[in-house]
């Protein structure tokens, strides 16, 4: 499903091969995913209902599934995930599909939680429909995604360099999507009572090279189409490195690296569902309340 105003930002079938890359030593790499994971959980521990059908949507190697193990009454975990290698250490119940065409029939789940893989999606609009079409009525969704503040200490440097050494600049840091779009997107997909909310996951590594290596290892390096095709030359990441260590190490000589994640929730519509007043039902009367502001001021 492919919306209008949808654009084609990132080489998927990059993305997939990236991950199906990161696989053989992904646990090494992990962390990220393993906090987020406790954090949407933690999130889910708040919502009074159990969820017995789950979809686990861009499951990696199912880090999501085992934290959700044993707890919000969950039966039955499908695990779905861009790269084949993934899905087939995800889980027994286990898909490799694309975000953008889910293959499941409408109001399967009563939950449907992806943990750090949406950003990685060119159609989001037409993903978080198809999100709300499988879940059940009343059904819920809660996601996490890296937001635009991800990597912003990288970006710059890279940025820098290769205006240094190459003398022009293209994307070496995929972009993320800001919280406002988000929950715009949410709202225009039809989820009822929508929520985007963000925090700051800060990391602190030896030198860029280990950032970078730890990002190969997760999957999540640049997958843009507009990238440069030829890998970035010794002398760009020297010089960003060097950047990076000058204007972000702290006392004890570490570098810090910021991941933005961005939270999402939503219902899947239904009566029961608490509802905004129509136009004119307002308990007071406007005229009341406008006299009543009138009288302050006076």
């Known amino acids: 499903m492919t919306t209008p105003d949808s654009m084609t930002v990132f080489d998927r079938a990059l993305v997939r091969r990236r991950r199906d890359r990161a696989v053989p030593a992904f646990a090494e790499h992990a962390f990220l995913f393993e906090e987020v994971a406790e954090r949407l959980v933690d999130r889910l521990e708040d919502v009074a209902r159990p969820f017995p059908t789950v979809l686990d949507l861009g499951a990696h190697d199912g880090v999501m599934g085992r934290t959700l193990r044993g707890r919000k009454g969950v039966e039955t975990l499908v695990a779905c995930d861009l790269s084949p290698g993934f899905a087939r250490r995800a889980g027994p119940l286990a898909v490799a599909a694309d975000e953008e065409l889910l293959p499941f029939v409408p109001e399967t789940f009563d939950l449907v939680v992806s943990n750090l893989s949406l950003h990685w999606v060119n159609d989001l609009p037409g993903a978080l429909v198809q999100v709300r079409q499988a879940l059940k009525p009343d059904g819920f969704f809660c996601a996490a995604m890296l937001g635009g503040e991800t990597l912003l200490e990288l970006r710059r440097c890279l940025y820098e360099a290769e205006m240094e050494v190459a003398g022009g600049v293209s994307p070496r840091v995929s972009p ?112 009341e309340a406008l006299k009543g502001s009138a009288e302050k001021l006076q």
């Open 176 to 287: 993320f999507a800001e919280i406002r779009d988000v929950g715009g997107l949410m709202q225009r997909a039809g989820f009822a009572l929508p929520v985007v909310d963000s925090d700051v996951i800060t990391v602190t590594y030896s030198d860029a090279f280990r950032l970078m290596r730890d990002l190969r290892g997760m999957g999540e390096t640049n997958a843009v189409l507009a990238r440069r095709k030829v890998p970035a030359t010794r002398a760009l990441l020297f010089d960003a490195a060097r950047r990076y260590a000058e204007r972000y190490a702290e006392p004890d000589g570490r570098i810090e690296a910021t991941f933005q994640i961005l939270y999402l929730a939503g219902w899947s519509p239904h009566e029961s569902q608490q509802q905004p007043l129509k136009p004119g039902c307002g308990e007071v009367p406007l005229g």
